[in-house]
């Protein structure tokens, strides 16, 4: 039992400090969405909602790699082939929810946002799900490395 509670811990830290991370950069990316304004605490709660489906995100890749490395705690030591792919299924999903949600009408972009031309989608948004889960990884590991000493 000691060992799936260290697990749900893990994965709650990884939510928690991906939240707060995501949260940093959606505020820093916010005047590049239409509408958006920091002057309007609506837009402050509209960055936080996406933090949290952020959050979600980077725990689909937790979940597929504890599928591809066969241990929950499998970014505790991120080798390269892990970093490639963490960085590679951040790109995906990045690119996936920026073309559905462009598509669904969710958000614009002002002129101001650096494209991605052959998928038309936001160069900041790509980076976020590129940069932030191994950020975020390292950070957790750092932060409670206990958690990566008890594996089923």
Known sequence: MEGKRTYVYLVSYVYIVSV?????WEMAQMGLYSGMS?????????????SL??????????????LL??????????????VWFTVGLGAIIGVATEIVSLEMGRWEYTRAM???TPFSVGLTPLFQMILLPPLVFWLV?????DLFSVEP
């Open 141 to 145: 590991s750092r932060l409670r490395g």
């Open 53 to 66: 489906g952020d959050g979600v995100m980077v725990l689909v890749i937790v979940f597929a790699g504890r």
């Open 114 to 116: 650096p494209v991605l």
């Open 20 to 24: 707060l991370i995501n949260f940093l």
């Open 69 to 82: 490395f066969g241990q929950w705690s499998w970014f505790g030591t991120m080798r390269l082939t892990r």
């Open 38 to 50: 920091y002057s309007q605490p609506v837009d402050w709660l509209l960055c936080f909602r996406a």
